[in-house]
């Protein structure tokens, strides 16, 4: 069907800097050899269990500095992505312990997420062209700021797969809001947030015509279109408002991951481009695939984006309405001096903001460096008009030279940028498998005092890092302490589980001089793929051990009006509906027994009517597909036409007392 | 609706309970209160950090003894039912890092389970009454076994709320088969096996009618019945086979757990029951809840069953076809001898035989002894009829007396027994929130030459234990060294995540001898609630790391009739079937644009064709719902009706080289 030869290029490229990573791996890192076979050694023993073990000095150290004793609290709470298990997982640092997946775009029953009325109206918020869809693709989660820190109050997270964002509440771990972006099927650089959390961005990614129109792939450049959403934030209602939120048209390139300005860039926002090339793939076509065409130029373009002009022609009335979406068109971008396009290295993935706003730092994946532009520079060029010249969308391109503050060559791969407190920053190395530490010009911090633009140090990871982590490092005050290499194959790092591998999250340990970069903790993830992470102070989130008041709806967070209290229970039967109001206590539902006829309309509403911390109680009905989970004091509805008949026996699925197999009742269904 | 007063008493009696376990956790358990803030201590300084983090000498024991160095390997691997997620956990010891999850009852898209038609048919497989059902509450998992001991093979789990059974391949560690009883609504006791793993036990629990048949509740005694059920397990196709197995028909009490005979009491098996009293709750009706009306009596009743009369009466022809499943009817075993009822004390929560298959352990939850008897006087009451009479289903009871071998006082809400190589049970205590260590009288152990039945020591665990598990603990030669209490409340534990807790997986060290039991680490377990665990020695595992061989069908684990070699892509149209042959490697899908018409029927093969260890490719197409996991070597198809026109891009969901965003294709779909 295709010509073989035609991918030699491309392919023997890749597997060329693969096969240099490999080598590099096999220099640096330490061998995963086996322990010697542990002897007897007493309890209490810890120099015979280290000399058993064969532990090193260093090894010594990163359990200790590692080890939780029991009830002691994490120092840090990551959130991860879950990436196509569509959740997000919350991880304490540096325990690296997984405390929670969260269900997001995914139905869980664990959690109940996606059986009941609350929960599938909020899953199904973000249908897709009209259809429920069960899945996400979870890329980029973003914790909410207030002054460009994090103030632990929501997380937003995207779904690749089809282009949706939402938000979590992080007073219960809960997600509240899924939206679908109508413009787009797919996105990627998203979630982002402005400095207070004005706006949530989502990024780009595979150019097609805006909104559901179809259009021919031959018509690509005049009807394909690239996109970035602004989603406008309402923190006291801890929702997004669709109606206040808009999108800007760019030209059909795949637009990827943005950062927002901050501080001294407060109010821009920047986001990485590839496929600048427009290559449209068709390797059955003998045409390059799109691995090769998309990589032909050595510059793409990083959008630099205007928001607070964006958001004023907005309010201005210059948006048009595309599916009932606001979105600024390209004329009305270029005819206001919204949007101008920067030349960055081949195939960038990613665009970092440092802290204090001044500096943006892109990792071309194809280039070994990083490349730092200054933004005061970047202004004065915007104001100066030192333009190349426009791309064939009519954005004027900003001269590269006028704007360059540095390139740092840093090795193979490079793909992410995160910052700590010294001055320092960090560069995950895909191909070469390592971290790079590199210093900030101008910055500085107590153990970096006379920082240049230099690298300072790598440091081998297992195996092909994709994002990297440190704490609060997304900030205008990033902590240091830690880093985590989010590494997309464990290869040999753990025991064999199957064909499908974990991924390796790798805590490093920051907190030191640039000496030192020591690896602390190998961490597998084999529950999904996390893509990013962001990582918050533990004391910042305030989070509910149980819920205010009995009756609640976790979805609106009140009291629900569906709440039954203790005494209250019955079931009220009118023609064909019948209402059920239950109660649930260690160790009863209240009714017991509910008896129906087969083709009956059924709403059932239950509420655990405890406030004792971790007494939840959960709600099975089985060959109806139904699971609930009931926190304390929360009141939930569940609707079905009882389409089967026959006996069945709801029971409590979570082991809530010595007498929780006796929490049961029988679902009589008559035919 | 019902008199509050009535439920006073079973209520009071559960919290009165509850607050003894309250006290003793305060008495007994060290405090989680916060460490000292750590100052910061230079990378390395092993003593330094731990005078700053305030780690006492066994916080160091423990954190040298479960540290794991990057590509150290873990001793053992517990497998773990995920609860009411649906899934099973797969954890390694003694790190306690979560390895893996494996999708069985619940869709998972990150491994692709339940989107391809092949996984999807594996769930279908397991349909109750005609319906999918998208989740399950999995409770205990069983290895395969052969001569008693754990061969690494197969696991097995069971879905409470639905009674189905599910196999899982450990080359792969992917489910293969789910199958529905038709004959239940739910099971509790399941599954275990046999020593030779020809049966997968399933035991009962809520009493319904059997099969789809409906009876009202009015006429319990006579209609409803209990169950446990043999399937048959055809260890060359990897597959139980429905049409060899059987059930047996039951009281209808409400049949818990089941242990197999071994050794001396192979062939045998052995089932708690509860609720002998027949109660049918009705709270809302002023009777008493089951709670109170199923803790009556003081004995319920163990079923001790003649396994291998009862597949020789199957054999014969005295099964009678409930559903097209066979089913020995209780007229058939009283006649045969085949099932014995022996009195347990109040309300049992597990019966476990001692390693050498001559002792059966009870524990009845309202009871604080373990009751120990002897099989071997159980025999001989059988030879001997040393009844007390017949319950009222005509089935003997064996004298209590009689078999009686020890009660052993352990404390408060005892459930589960697990058992090492030195001659110690291990009892865990749901009230009293703690693990009890005693001796078998007559077995012996270098750290316990001169055992009796006899209480050596308790040690509190956080909180609230259901089972507990040893290493290789349910097999004729367990190891001893490691147990893992499975605590259903964490409370205080951990970082507060929302008003649903994790639960608390504690690691205690058993290696040493009767005077020390140590807690060594706290694992939370935030994606599901484990209720079983088997820990099986990680070298008895032969897993493969890639598949055998290029386009390979994993679910019948050999070449797929569906795979698709390198050039030999395609797109096939018939009318409006369209049928395409796709290839994925780093970094393509051949072909990259796929033009199909809306309301055309799409069968969609797609093989990776690397054979490289961890480069696995997903496959994500926006707006139809599916997202596959395509491990090297596999070969997958999918199938559906492309109902919604548009322009989507499918791409490769899983991270896999530095031109992973460029493996993307377009998917077009014309009005």
Redo the contacts between chains.
Sequence with gaps: ??D?TR?RQ??SL??G??AIGVVAWLAA???????PTPS???????DG??AA?G????????????????????DY?MFAS?????QVF?I?VPSM?????IGVF??????GWG?SNETRAVLDGGK??G???????THHPALSETAGDYDGRFLFIND????RVAVIDL????TKQILNNPLA??D?GGTMVTPDTEWVIEGG??A??LG??????EDYDAE?RGLVTFWKFDRGAGRIDPARSFAIELPPY?Q?LCDAGKLVSDGWVFCNS??TERA??????D?P???AG??QRDMDYMHVIDLKKAAQLVTDGKAESIEGFQVLSLEVLNENGVLYFLPEPK?P?GVDMTPDGRYMVVSG??DPHVTVYDFEKVKTAIAAKTFTGKDDYGVPIIDFDAVLEAQVEVGL?PLHTQFDNQGYAYTSL??DSAVARWSLGGASGELNPEPDWTLVQKTPV?Y?V?HLVAAEGDTVSPDGEYLVALN???????????????QNF?LL?I???GE?M??LY???I????P?YVQMIK?DK?N?????PEVGWD?IHQKKSENAVA??????VRDGNNVEIFMTA????F????V?IKKGDHVVWHITNVENA??A?H?F????Y?I?L?L????ATTLEFDAD??????Y?C???????H??????F????
Tied chains: 1, 2.
């Design positions: 069907m295709r073989q991918l491309p392919l890749v597997i800097l693969l890192c330490r061998t995963g050899s086996e322990a007897r050694v007493a309890p209490g023993d810890t269990v280290i073990r532990l090193t000095p260093d090894d010594v150290y990163a359990a200790v500095k590692t080890y939780m004793p029991t009830g002691r609290k994490d709470v879950g990436g196509h298990s569509g919350v304490g312990r997984l405390l929670k997946e995914t139905p869980e029953p664990w959690q059986y897709v062209r259809k429920s869809i069960n899945w996400g693709d690749k797969a089809q282009s007073r219960d771990f809960e099927t797919s990627h990614q595979y097609a015509p559901t129109a179809y259009a021919s792939i394909y795949w990827d590839f496929n449209t793939g068709g390797i059955e076509d045409n695939p799109f691995e998309a990589s195939s993935h994946k194809l791969g895909f191909l297992h092909n994709g997309k194959w464990s290869i040999d790092r753990f025991l064999t589980v199957g064909p499908l591998h974990p790798q340990d907190g030191g001089s030192t020591k690896l190998d961490m597998p084999g529950n999904g793929e893509h533990a989130l989070v509910w051990e149980v819920y976790p203790l005494g209250e229970e019955k079931i206590i260690r160790s009863h209240n009714p017991e027994r008896k911390k971790d939840t959960g099975a009905l089985p060959a597909d699971n989970s926190e304390p004091g929360e089967t008949d026959g006996v069945f026996t029971y699925s979570e082991f809530c007392s010595a007498l197999l006796e929490m049961a009742g029988y009589l269904v008559q035919p």
